[in-house]
Antibody, heavy 118, light 111 residues
Framework: EVQLVESGGGLVKPGGSLRLSCAASGFTLRSNSMTWVRQAPGKGLEWVSSISSSSSYIYYADSVKGRFTISRDNAKNSLYLQMNSLRAEDTAVYYC???????????WGQGTLVTVSS | QSVLTQPPSVSAAPGQKVTISCSGSSSNIGNNYVSWYQQLPGTAPKLLIYDNDKRPSGIPDRFSGSKSGTSATLGITGLQTGDEAAYYCGTWDSSPSVHVVFGGGTKLTVL
């Protein structure tokens, strides 16, 4: 069974940093591209960043470019999102999700809440 | 402002049928597969339809998907109160600085 479990969320002050992790199981992480998607309270889904299976290709939404860094460790079956210079508008539930082939995400984690507030 | 356009809400009675539309462009829906997701309150999105019209194992055939040009449609028949949720369409996008795009979501109310 495919499972994705996020961790690392919490309350942080504006300008602060957080590192999110996503532990993958039930499939071979190195076979799939992965992505982070966020959802602000009461809002829709917003794509944040994607990384190819070997980390050769990395994409960021304009809203996080230069502040967030996606990475992965296939040996540890883990995906990461380093978030710096956090803003109030980054407050959201962050989901990691698996990409398969040329399709949008199929499996999603349960999400981790990031709250940016003073 | 979402890249893909969905109606904010739809409603229908139990047992009835409803359709939810998703409109995009040639850079996204027109040249890529569309997926549909169901999000119950307080939970993560769940894949309902992938590759335009395929259902993952365990998804009942009451749910169907189709795509034509730069638009896609989710259909739900035999509505149940448990179908009340937000529904999102998603696809890849070939525009610069974008990879995966979603619709703004449609809240389904089963009256």
């Amino acid at each position: 069974e495919v499972q994705l479990v996020e961790s690392g969320g919490g309350l942080v002050k504006p300008g602060g940093s957080l590192r999110l992790s996503c532990a993958a199981s039930g499939f071979t992480l190195r076979s799939n591209s992965m992505t982070w998607v966020r959802q602000a309270p009461g809002k829709g889904l917003e794509w944040v960043s994607s990384i190819s299976s070997s980390s050769s290709y990395i994409y960021y939404a304009d809203s996080v470019k230069g502040r967030f860094t996606i990475s992965r460790d296939n040996a540890k079956n883990s995906l990461y999102l380093q978030m710096n210079s956090l803003r109030a508008e980054d407050t959201a539930v962050y989901y990691c999700a698996r990409l398969t082939g040329s399709s949008p995400p199929d499996y999603w984690g349960q999400g981790t809440l990031v709250t940016v507030s003073s | 402002q979402s890249v893909l356009t969905q109606p904010p809400s739809v409603s229908a009675a139990p047992g009835q049928k409803v359709t939810i539309s998703c409109s995009g462009s040639s850079s996204n829906i027109g040249n890529n597969y569309v997926s549909w997701y169901q999000q119950l309150p307080g939970t993560a999105p769940k894949l309902l339809i992938y590759d335009n019209d395929k259902r993952p194992s365990g998804i009942p055939d009451r749910f169907s998907g189709s795509k034509s040009g730069t638009s896609a449609t989710l259909g739900i028949t035999g509505l149940q109160t448990g179908d009340e949720a937000a529904y999102y369409c998603g696809t890849w996008d070939s525009s610069p600085s974008v990879h995966v795009v979603f619709g703004g979501g449609t809240k389904l109310t089963v009256l």
